[in-house]
């Protein structure tokens, strides 16, 4: 195929190529890859979202970047890809979370919230004069059980083309395949949330290859309600796990 032709498939979000490629989601995949890396591990008792945020000016307050979001008491997401797009996705997350529980009077469960998301994300690849959303999603939550019940822990994906994809661990963004390997070498199913902590972290600084700070990170627990870790837990467990960044002490 010639740079013409594949230009000319480029032009439609719901037109294939012969090879039956959609060359719009690829480009959405590709805006998520070049995004900054979020990692999701899920523990016997919790899931952990995690994730490393592109602080690109000493002038930018960090804490105005959201890279972890609050869905509901028992489900949160991190979101790699555009912001603008990713926040677009939050928002109707939280909507449709909010809609299962005023009409039926119970939380929304996880993977029908992930496939209320990808259902969402999946029209946009097939309506003209739209694209398709520029961001990938993890989702983290505990389903909701009885009080006999053990929590269960769900960690699923969301792609730019809709389909939605459950982890043990993973990770979406920027060396997202070298994140995904250190997890694969070191996840352990029966681990705690704690350890699922240091495990995020840990690869998370494998990625980069050298220390991080806690301003730089954001780091979200559902274990089994949703829980945020402050700066100050942030500093202790990387300086626990020897990742401190010392400029950052």
């Known amino acids: 195929m010639n740079g013409g032709q594949q230009q000319a498939y480029d032009r439609g979000t719901n ?11 690829e480009y959405a995949r590709e805006a998520v890859r070049r995004g900054s890396v979020s990692v999701g591990v ?16 000493p002038l ?48 929304i469960g996880v993977e029908p919230f992930t496939k209320a998301v990808t259902d969402h994300v999946q029209e946009f690849t097939q309506q003209g004069g739209a694209r ?18 053990d929590p269960k822990p769900r960690l699923f994906e969301t792609d730019p083309s809709g389909t939605p994809h459950e982890w043990r661990a993973t990770a979406i963004g920027a ?23 240091e495990l995020a972290l840990s690869a998370l600084a494998d990625a980069e290859d050298g220390p991080l700070a806690p301003e730089e990170i954001s780091v979200a627990t559902v274990a089994p309600t949703y829980r945020a870790l402050d700066a100050d837990a942030r500093r202790d467990t990387l300086d626990s796990l020897d990742l401190l960044d010392e400029q950052a002490s």
């Open 132 to 149: 398709p959303f520029g961001a990938a999603l993890l989702v983290g939550g505990v389903e909701p059980t009885t009080a006999d019940e």
């Open 15 to 25: 037109i294939f190529s012969p090879d039956g490629r959609l060359y719009q989601v």
């Open 175 to 197: 060396n997202d395949d070298t994140v995904r390997e250190y997890l694969e070498a070191n996840y352990d199913p029966q681990s705690s949330v704690q350890s699922g902590i």
């Open 42 to 57: 899920r523990a016997r008792d919790g899931v952990v979202l995690a994730a490393r945020k592109h602080v690109r000016s």
């Open 60 to 107: 930018l307050e960090a804490d105005g970047i959201e890279k972890l979001h609050k869905i509901d008491d028992h489900l949160g997401v991190v979101s790699a890809g555009h912001v603008a797009d990713a926040r677009r996705l939050v928002d109707f997350s939280r909507r449709r979370a909010q809609t299962d529980r005023l009409r039926y009077g119970e939380p």
